[in-house]
C-alpha cells in the first residue's frame, strides 16, 4: 500500500538498516506489487525494510529525487541492504549506468538483492549477470518503443487519430448537463452514464454548443 504521495506506507523514520527502492514510470501506476514482494522477500530472509524509497519516474532518467535520496543515505551509512523489485527500477539507461548505480551503492558497503530476477547479484558472477540484466531491460526498451512507433504510423497511414480515444461524446455530454440541472451529483451521473468521474467533469467544463450548465455537485 502506498500514502497520499505515492509512497509506501510504512516506517519512515531514518535508522540505519534495510531499505527497498520502487519505481514505476507514470502517476497512474502503482507501487503496490514491488512493495507487496519485497516486503515478502525480505521478511522470508529475515530482513525488516527501515527505509522506503518510491517514486513515479521513467527509468531513463538519472537525475531522479529518490534515487539521490537513497545514495546519499547510503553514503552515510543509512543502509547496509537494498531490495529491487528488478534491476531495472534503478536504471533503464544500459550497462554501464546500471553497474555505475550499483557500484556506488557498493562502494558504501550496501549490497543490493533484486527479489524478481532470479540471479544473485554479489560474488565473482555478480557484475555480469547485472550486466547481461541491464543489456537486456535496455534491448526490451528499444523494442518497445519501436512497436508504439510501427503502430502508430500504421494507425496514421489509415487515417486514424493516435492518441487516448474520446470518451465521452457530445450525446453524452448533453445528458450529462441535463442530469446536472436536475441536481444530480457528478459522481451519480458519472456512475449512471459509466464515464469516469474526472474524464465527465473536463467534459463538461469545455466551452462548446452547449450553454453552460449549473455547477455540478461532486
Avoid: N
Avoid at 546500471?98 to 558472477?125: K, N, Q, W, Y
Amino acid at each position: 500500500m502506498t500514502d497520499a504521495e505515492g509512497r509506501p506506507a510504512a516506517d519512515w523514520g531514518k535508522r540505519a538498516g534495510v531499505g527497498a527502492y520502487v519505481r514505476v514510470s507514470t502517476k497512474a501506476q502503482s507501487h503496490d506489487l514491488q512493495v507487496d514482494a519485497i516486503s515478502r522477500a525480505a521478511a522470508a530472509r529475515g530482513d525488516e525494510i527501515s527505509h522506503w524509497y518510491a517514486e513515479k519516474r521513467s527509468g531513463k532518467v538519472l537525475d531522479r529525487p529518490k534515487l539521490a535520496e537513497l545514495l546519499g543515505d547510503a553514503q552515510k551509512g543509512d543502509i547496509v541492504k537494498l531490495y529491487v523489485f528488478r534491476v531495472d527500477r534503478l536504471t533503464r539507461r544500459g550497462i554501464r549506468d546500471t553497474l555505475s548505480i550499483v557500484e556506488a551503492l557498493r562502494s558504501c558497503g550496501c549490497a543490493v538483492t533484486s527479489v524478481s530476477d532470479g540471479f544473485l547479484l554479489d560474488g565473482p558472477a555478480g557484475d555480469v549477470v547485472l550486466a547481461v540484466m541491464a543489456w537486456a531491460a535496455q534491448v526490451e526498451g528499444l523494442a518497445t518503443a519501436e512497436r508504439i512507433s510501427a503502430a502508430r504510423e500504421t494507425v496514421e497511414a489509415a487515417g486514424g487519430r493516435w492518441g487516448r480515444p474520446r470518451r465521452v461524446d457530445p450525446g453524452t455530454v448533453m445528458q450529462a448537463r441535463i442530469l446536472v440541472e436536475d441536481g444530480m451529483s457528478l459522481r451519480e451521473i458519472a456512475q449512471r452514464l459509466r464515464v469516469p468521474r474526472a474524464t465527465l467533469q473536463r467534459a463538461l467544463a469545455q466551452k462548446g454548443h452547449y450553454a453552460d450548465p449549473p455547477p455540478a455537485r461532486v
